[in-house]
């Protein structure tokens, strides 16, 4: 079984009809769709202090939610987020090779779409996954995933390199088996005697490495430890068997 990586989603996303088709709907559609509905059964006001964000950005995401259709007017969801961590994994110059590449290995955590392919359909939203949104008699959108987006991962692999921020990932660490091998990343400096993690860096490491990855084609753990992008080097000394340690120079 080959590897898989996650990451996360961004929050800024664009709809582009353009570059790229999509292949497929997402596989949790269905899931999707139900929380649409509540979503749309929430008022203005509701939907800003879920979103926890300024006038502008719930505007805009209050109209994409009324006017949303799950089929039709969908970008590939590699080229629907816009954050820091997909601007340095550049998916825009990838070659053919590579986009094969990601559309096997790399899954993409949402707190809407559950688990999507790099070619699966989408339309911008916004719903991060930490959000207190109660559905389904469930307090947050931890509890309505569950051990979905686990399963489906083990259906595909039994090894998972997670690129993903904490609270994204803890939606799948939380419910794997023994069996499956989940190994962190972590991107740090050297602050005197200790090891500190900078939020953008370590987006901007992440998108490096699934570029990387892509573009060296790799199919085990250990090609992780040659990464050299961004003057990170492989650490052995402070790395464990499933935790890898980058330290930038």
């Known amino acids: ?6 990451i996360s989603p961004a929050k800024k996303m664009n709809q ?5 088709a999509w292949i497929e709907l997402p596989a949790f559609l269905d899931q999707t769709s139900q929380l649409l509905s509540a979503l749309r059964a929430m008022s203005y006001a509701e939907l800003k202090t879920l979103w926890r964000c300024n006038d502008q ?12 259709d799950l089929t039709s007017g969908l970008t590939p969801a590699i080229l629907a987020y816009e954050g820091i961590q997909y601007q340095y994994m550049a998916p825009g110059v990838f070659s ?13 955590l949402s707190g809407f779409y559950g688990l999507l392919r790099p070619f699966d359909g989408v339309r911008p939203y916004r719903l991060e996954m930490q959000a207190k949104l109660a559905v389904d008699g469930l307090k947050d959108l ?4 569950g051990s979905a987006l686990a399963k489906a991962l083990e259906q595909e692999t039994d090894t998972i390199i997670d690129l993903a921020s904490k609270e994204y990932s803890k939606a799948v660490s939380a419910h794997l088996s023994p069996s499956t091998r989940l190994i962190g990343c972590v991107f740090a400096q050297q602050a005197g005697d ?6 953008t860096l370590c987006k901007m490491a992440r998108g490096e490495m699934v570029r990387f990855l892509a573009e060296g084609q790799a199919n085990s753990p250990e090609d992780l430890k040659s990464f050299d992008r961004l003057g990170f080097r492989f650490s052995p000394e402070h790395s464990e068997k499933d935790k890898y340690v980058f330290i930038k120079e």
């Open 1 to 6: 079984m080959s590897m898989r990586i996650i």
């Open 16 to 20: 582009d009809t353009d570059s790229l």
């Open 57 to 68: 950005i719930a505007a805009l995401n209050f109209q994409r939610i009324q006017d949303m």
């Open 96 to 108: 053919y090779d590579e986009f094969d590449y990601i559309q096997e290995h790399l899954r993409i």
């Open 142 to 145: 931890y509890g309505f995933w």
């Open 194 to 199: 200790k090891l500190a993690e900078k939020g």
